[in-house]
């Protein structure tokens, strides 16, 4: 049975490995303080980012999930945005990623928020399977300009 838990200070030992298999499956790199900055401010209780870790039968873990509100123009509450979603590939299928998103939706429920959405790479064909069957497709294009 999965279990899936806010994120703490004390699982960074844990997510690291999960956390550098997402950028390296991004094929991205940040730097050493970026990542460390990251952690900080979702395990920071004031903090406005949001993390859970997912753990298997044994306690291992096995999966994140990152999150945020903002306002939103649309709407008179805000939306949440699931900024990042990963599970490791040795125990994809089994429905972690489903309950990880499930996770933030009913966290964007008790907060009272319109929507949860996301973005993910075209070529994601395996999560993209499974978003598919838990969420409906927008139809935008995600246009980015990078400022740095």
């Known amino acids: 049975m999965t279990t899936i838990q806010a994120l703490t200070a004390t699982d960074r030992d844990e997510w690291l490995p999960l956390w550098q298999a997402y950028?390296?499956?991004?094929?991205?790199?940040?730097a050493e303080d970026v990542t460390a900055s990251t952690f900080a401010r979702i395990v920071d209780p004031a903090g406005d980012i949001?993390?859970?870790?997912?753990?298997?039968?044994?306690?291992?873990?096995?999966?994140?999930?990152?999150?945020?509100a903002h306002p939103a123009t649309w709407s008179k509450t805000a939306y949440t945005y699931l900024?990042?979603?990963?599970?490791?590939?040795?125990?994809?299928?089994?429905?972690?990623?489903?309950?990880?998103?499930?996770?933030?939706?009913d966290a964007a429920r008790a907060a009272g928020n319109d929507k949860v959405y996301w973005l993910t790479a075209e070529g994601n064909t395996t999560?993209?399977?499974?978003?598919?069957?838990?969420?409906?497709?927008?139809?935008?294009?995600?246009?980015?300009?990078?400022l740095d």
């Open 23 to 30: 950028l390296t499956f991004y094929e991205s790199v940040l």
């Open 50 to 68: 949001h993390g859970a870790i997912a753990r298997d039968d044994e306690g291992r873990a096995v999966g994140f999930v990152h999150w945020f």
């Open 83 to 105: 900024e990042d979603l990963f599970v490791d590939p040795s125990v994809r299928g089994g429905g972690i990623g489903r309950a990880l998103i499930a996770h933030v939706t």
């Open 127 to 146: 999560a993209r399977a499974l978003y598919d069957r838990v969420a409906e497709r927008s139809g935008f294009i995600h246009y980015e300009i990078d």
